[in-house]
């Protein structure tokens, strides 16, 4: 019975603490300070454990292609490059300011599967300033982007920045 009791007072007592330390505002929460190191491991496993469970519905499109890749360089050269950078490009001086650090692109295809890749891009990450893009983009276009962002582990700057060039002998953009 004793025991009973201090495991209950216990959970009283750390949850009035954390209710103190929530309703006064003594929680820090500018993104300027960091988590304490085991907050990081906690978020990040949990983040990661997530992605991956959910991706597993994600059925791949099949073999990304060039043309997909190509497509993919418009959307992320208007909403992506200026958080997470891209060959030959540093992220904008202001993402310095996000707070997790979004993940420099060229490293992702270590970190990531094709479906994994797409279900953060559809669905965006809690809590990290990374938005949910499946509102916005068609499954095709995300698709487009899994292409792009696949090649980017071994692309030159110079190769990346050929995809903002139509390749040869095709149509002018309209």
Not at 67 to 93: F, I, L, N, W
Request: proline share 10%.
């Amino acid at each position: 019975m004793r025991f009973i009791l201090g495991v209950t007072a216990t959970l009283v007592v750390l949850a009035v603490g954390g209710f103190i330390v929530v309703f006064t505002g003594a929680f820090d929460v500018a993104a300027t300070t960091p988590h304490w190191p085991p907050t990081i491991s906690v978020l990040d496993a949990a983040m990661r454990r997530s992605v991956q469970r959910q991706a597993q519905a994600v059925v791949p499109a099949g073999a990304l292609t060039e043309e997909q890749a190509r497509r993919g360089y418009r959307h992320y050269s208007e909403a992506c490059v200026y958080c997470h950078g891209a060959p030959g490009r540093d992220p904008a001086d202001w993402s310095g300011g996000l707070y997790p650090e979004p993940p420099y692109m060229p490293d992702v295809p270590k970190l990531w599967s094709d479906a994994q890749i797409f279900w953060i891009v559809r669905h965006g990450i809690k809590m990290s300033a990374m938005p949910a893009f499946g509102a916005h983009l068609s499954d095709a276009e995300i698709w487009d982007i899994v292409a792009l962002v696949r090649r980017m582990g071994d692309m030159t700057p110079e190769a990346y920045a050929a995809y903002g060039n139509p390749p040869a002998g095709a149509p002018a953009p309209r």
